[in-house]
């Protein structure tokens, strides 16, 4: 097996993702077969001699054989399955073996006056076939095969959020007539090209469309707005939605919530709290 043989056989497995172990293996078992053929070319004249051919009859024979062994080269291009191609191509090689260790001792049977050109002939006749092999090796290599690949991401978003701590409101004279404001925020990350809304319920103490913070036994009165202008109330339905555009990447987006406590409100001293579902929907 030659040079040639061997890088082919080595790319046909490196070809069908053999791992290094295999090849060697695979590639070890090719060479054999082309040994085996050198044995069985004596092995199997003399057992043929034994059983009353000729020397000359048993080794034309064998040599027939070999050819016929050797025409498997031509369907190799036509299989797929990697185990049966390197099967194949070991029998090639056993076929190989036997033509070259038979055509050296042929050569004076085919012509006594003309031994190098009939060992010429004979070995180009070897030459031909192990070519054919070579050319089933190489368009096995080079056959290809396309495949699709496909992934599907999903639309996933996230929301977190911050409190919305008013400082200290006084009903008597700093927000006797004046509101008191103050901000919070609500934090989004969506899969890019999601486009999402963002709800805020009324609370855990509100009455009608009024939010409420408890404490005291009594209700402190505020809102929740959509712009710093604090004219579009954000809830959680509806045109009450707020809208953060098309995520433009997996980026955090912080989305401000502005706080209105309502002015001068008779109410008892002491603290107030209340709790808002943020909800976003995607």
Known sequence: MSLLQSQL?????CANAWHTNDTKWILTAIYIGLDLGYLACGASTLWLVRRGLSVGAARRSV?????????CSA???WLTDLRTIVVLLTLVNFAIGIWITTYLTMAS??????VSTAAGLLGGSGSLFGALAMWAVGTVTQATSSFAVTANVVSKCTITSTALAFS??????THAATPLDANGSVTVRCTKGTNSTIGLDLG???SGAIRR????????Q???YKEAARTNVWGNSGADLLNPGVSPSIAPRVVTVYGRVFAGQDVTSGGYNDTILATITF
Not at 9 to 13: E, K, P, Q, S, T
Not at 63 to 71: G, V
Not at 168 to 173: E, G, K, S
């Open 204 to 206: 855990l103490s509100a």
């Open 222 to 224: 505020y809102q929740l």
């Open 63 to 71: 040599f027939l054989s070999a050819t016929f062994l050797m025409t």
């Open 168 to 173: 200290d409101y006084d009903p008597l004279v």
């Open 213 to 220: 913070m408890a404490g005291g036994g009594d209700f402190l």
């Open 9 to 13: 056989a080595a790319d046909l497995f």
């Open 109 to 114: 049977e085919v012509s006594s006056h003309h």
């Open 75 to 77: 369907i190799i291009p």
